[in-house]
């Protein structure tokens, strides 16, 4: 499987010089990972100490305000996403298949990821390589919205974990607690739920999914940029 993410990569020859002269976009210039699904690249948006939710401007490529966080809750993670995956017809399916509900289709953006380390990382917009160790099925009204859980590689006290079943409870329920609530606003009832905590295998036949659906999505832009 790592071969096949090699070939399908944006990040040919000629990619990587264009990334010397210009900002790559960090959902479609940089590289998943030549290891991927078993370590993959992490496009960090979030850290514990931001009180403001960041995420990607999919258009320009540079971070954005979302909004600022309106209760005291932070994420308990590193918390970005996995470039070159698309939430799309294949995530849906999958997803609706393990819920038995026939209305589930992919959220139409990048692959979440929370990656835990026991170090303290000042800011986002930083790239990070993590191994996948299971998963949230998050449901967010009637599309998939799952976050993959992964420890950052080398980490001294995360490092070693191979599956979800090796972290402490407390950590995930902190998980899941922060993404029960993190959409929570006054006056308006939030509408997601988590079904399943699926482990390392599952998540990495997701990761693979999304990167198929990443490059049926956006096999145009693949073609444009080889041409250039």
């Known amino acids: 499987m790592a071969d096949e993410f090699k070939t399908n990569s944006l990040m040919d020859p000629i990619g990587r010089l264009m990334g010397l002269r210009y900002k790559s976009h960090p959902?479609?210039?940089?590289?998943?990972?030549?290891?991927?699904?078993?370590i993959v690249t992490s496009f960090i948006e979030v850290v514990p100490t931001d009180t403001?939710?960041?995420e990607i401007d999919k258009e320009t490529g540079y971070l954005k305000i979302d909004r600022p966080q309106k209760y005291s809750n932070v994420v308990p993670a590193?918390?970005?996403?996995?470039?070159?995956?698309?939430?799309?017809?294949?995530?849906?399916?999958?997803?609706?298949?393990?819920?038995?509900r026939k209305?589930?289709?992919?959220?139409?953006?990048?692959?979440?990821?929370?990656v835990l380390t026991?170090?303290?990382?000042?800011?986002?917009?930083?790239?990070?390589?993590?191994?996948?160790?299971?998963g949230f099925r998050m449901i967010d009204g009637n599309q998939a919205d799952d976050k993959i859980i992964a420890v950052?590689?080398?980490?001294?006290?995360?490092?070693?974990?191979?599956?979800?079943?090796?972290?402490?409870?407390?950590?995930?329920?902190?998980?899941k607690h922060y993404f029960l609530t993190y959409k929570d606003m006054p006056g308006l009832a939030a509408d997601c739920e988590i079904t399943h905590i699926y482990n390392a295998e599952e998540a990495k036949?997701?990761?693979?999914?999304?990167?198929q659906d990443y490059e049926s999505r956006f096999d145009s832009l693949r073609h444009t940029l080889s041409n250039y």
Request: hydrophobic fraction near 35%; charge should be negative; charged fraction near 30%.
């Open 103 to 114: 209305e589930i289709k992919g959220d139409g953006d990048p692959l979440d990821i929370c």
């Open 52 to 54: 403001i939710k960041y």
């Open 78 to 100: 590193l918390y970005g996403f996995i470039p070159q995956t698309y939430c799309g017809d294949r995530i849906g399916k999958f997803c609706a298949d393990k819920v038995q």
């Open 118 to 134: 026991e170090k303290e990382v000042p800011h986002g917009d930083i790239i990070a390589h993590a191994r996948p160790i299971g």
């Open 27 to 38: 959902w479609h210039g940089i590289n998943i990972g030549n290891d991927a699904p078993e």
């Open 205 to 211: 036949e997701i990761i693979k999914l999304s990167a």
């Open 152 to 175: 950052l590689k080398g980490d001294i006290v995360y490092g070693d974990m191979k599956d979800i079943e090796d972290l402490p409870e407390l950590v995930i329920n902190r998980l």
